[in-house]
């Protein structure tokens, strides 16, 4: 039985059965009753405060002086730069709060798209694609990285950025540039192949984009491990992990009462 104090709780791990040797469940904080990791909830100040930062910083990536590309106005941005390393930060589901929050902020009507646009009226513009595109591509390589970032923990850092960049242009091959060909057929009536041969024109730039989100992604976990590392480990531990601040069955709490009245 474990009374509660109001302490903070620091485990005073005893010899058990329950070991990780053993191979008993152990990951995070146990669910009561189930022996399941407990998985986070809302999100806390902390990260409502990010979620605002990267939004912010993605509207400030579409600031920068775009360079226009063929006849159609959609131009070479930073916006990809800044979409990718949002969610290569936050993971999936802050990635696409913060960058989906750009979004609506700009269809609103902030002139926060690229050249100072806003309004519903992008949405019949031949970017709209990309547009849309933004959250969708910043939570796929947020929950790819999420999942590289877990897997590679320990391993060679080469290894962690060479899968973080797949993870990133992939997800920017399957949304930003198909959603961004689709724009191009729907809005501006192109066909197939003109409007892929217009895309193409934004692939040199993404791979440097990437390449250049992952480096500072990576600072950004080393610097601030809590940011995503951490947190991902925690919400899907590797079968027998053992994190910092887990409660293992066996622990003894402060405040718990041992067999014969006795207290760690």
């Known amino acids: 039985m474990t009374q509660t104090d109001g302490a903070s709780p ?4 005893i010899p058990s059965s329950g070991s990780p040797s053993s191979g008993t469940p152990s990951a995070g904080t146990p669910s009561a009753g189930t022996g399941a990791p407990a998985r ?3 999100w806390d100040a902390t990260d409502l405060g990010l979620i605002a930062v990267f939004a912010a910083l993605v509207a400030g990536s579409a600031l920068i002086a775009a360079i226009p590309v063929g006849g159609l106005g959609v131009p070479i941005t930073l916006q990809t730069l800044a979409v990718m390393l949002t969610g290569l930060a936050l993971g999936p589901g802050r990635a696409f709060a913060a960058v989906g929050l750009y979004v609506l902020l700009g269809l609103a009507g902030l002139p926060i798209f690229s050249g100072g646009r806003s309004g519903l009226g992008v949405l019949a513009g031949p970017s ?3 547009i849309l595109a933004f959250p969708l591509a910043a939570a796929a390589v947020g929950w790819l990285a999420a999942i590289v970032l877990r897997r590679t923990a320990g391993r060679a850092a080469r290894l962690r950025a060479v899968l973080l960049f797949a993870a990133a242009m992939v997800s920017s091959i399957i949304f930003v540039h198909g959603l961004g060909v ?3 057929m729907v809005n501006a009536k192109l066909d197939f192949s003109k409007a892929f041969l217009a895309d ?5 730039g993404d791979v440097i984009k990437n390449a250049l989100a992952v480096t500072i ?4 976990h080393k610097a601030f491990p809590d940011l995503l590392l951490r947190r991902a480990r925690k919400a899907d531990p590797l079968p027998g992990e053992v994190l910092p601040g887990d409660v293992l069955p066996g622990d003894v709490l402060p405040g718990d009462v041992l067999p014969g ?3 760690p």
Do not use: E
Request: net charge positive; aromatic share 12%.
């Open 261 to 263: 009245g006795a207290r």
């Open 200 to 204: 193409l024109a934004f692939y040199p």
């Open 182 to 184: 689709l724009g191009m």
């Open 128 to 130: 709209a694609g990309y």
């Open 10 to 13: 620091t485990p005073v791990r």
């Open 40 to 42: 986070r909830g809302r």
């Open 217 to 220: 992604a990576l600072s950004l």
